[in-house]
């Protein structure tokens, strides 16, 4: 498993090999590319589902900034030059509203480091490391009751929050 503080500056292999676990915890058939001369594409994923499903590839960005549109764009060539059913771009930053503006209409799907790490969390794929970074973030405000924080992970509300109850669980189980 990946612990949230190693998302960026984890190994790109290593990020791609998440991402693999990712796409198989969701029940598709994740493949990784070669290493070398990809075309940038890291996976190929298929979508078993009836209907819905179909071939996808998926490029993996590690970054800590935002990923642009010219980035997008190659992806969407590749895509079309493949002709399978879906592009996807994973990054750890954010995508540039030029970016997401050109996405529209077509079949490219565009997963920021929020919704990646929403997504890790959904399916079992990354252990929390920086408890007491996000503890300490919810630790002087008071108002927030443990039932709280608790109530805001159940209806997904806020990653932060999520970070910050696991950093209050290790921290009043070991005594921190």
């Known amino acids: 498993m990946c612990y949230y503080d190693d998302l ?101 799907e565009l997963i920021d480091g929020e919704r990646l790490l929403e997504l890790l969390r959904k399916y079992s794929v990354l252990e929390i490391s920086s408890y007491q970074k996000d503890f300490d973030n919810y630790k002087n405000n008071e108002e927030k009751s443990f039932r709280t924080l608790i109530s805001e992970i159940n209806t997904g509300r806020d990653n932060s929050t999520f970070l910050a109850v696991v950093g209050m669980m290790r921290i009043f189980k070991h005594g921190d």
């Open 8 to 108: 960026v500056s984890i190994d790109p292999i290593e990020f791609e090999k998440l991402i693999f676990n990712l796409f198989e915890n969701m029940g598709m058939f994740p493949q990784l590319t070669q290493r070398s001369h990809d075309g940038g594409i890291d996976l190929i994923v298929k979508d078993p589902r009836d209907i819905i499903g179909g071939i996808y590839i998926v490029q993996c960005k590690r970054f800590k900034n935002t990923v642009s549109s010219s980035i997008v764009r190659d992806l969407y060539g590749v895509l079309t030059h493949l002709r399978v059913n879906k592009g996807i771009l994973i990054t750890t930053g954010t995508i540039s509203s030029e970016a997401r503006t050109f996405v529209e209409g077509k079949p490219l």
